[in-house]
C-alpha cells in the first residue's frame, strides 16, 4: 500500500541520489525515461532539478506538458531502469517493452509507475541550458510511498527498499545498510 | 595513492548521488560545506550542478572565488560528514573541527580533502536562483581518485569504496554492492 506525503516528504525521497524513472505525457500517451541526473534543490517553496538531453523523447513532453512523476525504483527492477535508459520513447512503448503499470498520479496527468516504491508529483517551475542538456526546475505538488518502506525517511535497508545508483555503463551501486550519525 | 581523472572521468564520481564535501577559499582560509544536493548535468562542456542556501558561509566563498572541489568520502567518514553539515565555517576551521587534511588541487585554489577518496576540481559556470537555493553550475577542470578504488567506475563494492548517501536528517544509506544490467 502507499501512503500520501506532503511535498517536502516527497522531495526527500531522492535526497539520497537514486537513479530514477520519469514520466511523462504526449498526444501518444505516456513515456519513461531513466535519469540518474537529478537532486532537490530548494525547501520552500520544494523544488527538484532534473537534466535531460534535448534529443531524448521525453525532454519535449516535459516542456509541453509542463508536468512530471519521478518514479524511485528498487534494485528489484535493474533491467527495467536499464531498458528504459538504452531504448527511445520515439518508437516504442516502454511500458509495455519494461512490462510496468502506469496507474493515475493525483496533482498531474503524468502516470505514476505502479511497480516503482515511490512517487514524486512535479509541475515544471523554470528551465535552463547547461551545456548539452536542459536543466528542468519542477515544484514538488505531490507524492507518496510504500508505507512498509517509510519511517520518515526511505527504508533502504529491507531489501524491498533497496535503491540503484547510476555509476556508469551498466553499472549501478544498491544502497541498503542505513547508518545515523550521532 | 591518487590516480589523475580526465574532466568526463571525474564527472562520473558523482553521478550515483553521494553525500559530498564542497570546499572553497575566502580570504580567512579554506571552508568545508557538506551537500547532499548535487548532480551531474552536461558533458560537453562537463558540467555539474551543486544547490547551496545563501545564509551558508561558502555560499559567498563559491560566489566571489569562482572556484570549488567536490570531494567524495567513505562511509568511515560519516561523522565528518555530519558534522561539516551542522556547524559553520563562519566561526569554525571545520578542517580542525573535523580532523581532516587540506592538500593543494592541481587546477583550482580550493583544497582537496586528504581523506576522500575522489575529487572533482570545478571552476564556476553560472548561477540560478532556485527558490531558497542557489543552484550553482560548474565546469569540471581535472580529477583524481584513489587508484585502488577505480576500475572505470568507483569500486563501491570494496569497504574502502562504500559511500555515504544522505536520506535526511542524521540517516544515510551506505552503497557498496555493484551490479550489472544485462
Redesign the interface.
Known amino acids: 500500500m502507499k501512503r500520501s506525503l506532503t511535498p517536502n516528504q516527497a522531495l ?1 525521497l531522492i ?5 530514477i524513472l520519469v514520466t511523462a505525457v504526449g498526444e501518444r500517451g505516456p513515456n519513461i525515461i531513466t535519469l ?12 527538484l ?1 532534473i ?1 535531460v538531453a534535448p534529443s531524448r523523447y521525453s525532454h519535449d513532453l516535459i516542456l509541453n506538458s509542463g508536468e512530471f512523476v519521478v518514479n524511485v525504483p528498487n ?1 528489484s527492477l ?2 527495467q ?3 528504459c535508459g538504452t531504448i527511445s520513447g520515439r518508437n516504442k512503448d516502454k511500458f509495455k517493452e519494461a512490462g510496468l503499470t502506469p496507474i493515475p498520479a493525483n496533482k498531474v496527468k503524468a502516470p505514476l509507475i505502479k511497480e516503482c516504491i515511490g512517487h514524486i508529483e512535479c509541475k515544471l ?2 528551465y ?1 541550458t ?4 536542459t ?1 528542468f ?1 519542477a515544484e514538488v505538488v505531490g507524492g507518496s510511498v510504500d508505507e512498509e518502506l517509510y519511517d ?3 527504508m ?2 529491507k531489501v524491498e527498499g533497496e ?20
Open positions: 526527500q535526497n539520497h541520489g537514486p537513479t540518474a541526473w537529478s537532486t532537490p534543490v530548494s525547501i520552500r517553496p520544494p523544488l532539478a537534466s534494485s535493474l533491467e531502469v536499464h531498458l517551475y523554470a535552463y547547461a551545456g548539452d542538456h536543466i526546475i520518515g525517511h526511505l533502504t535497508d535503491t540503484l545508483h547510476h555509476l556508469g555503463g551498466n553499472v549501478y551501486a544498491i544502497a541498503g545498510r542505513r547508518v545515523r550519525a550521532r
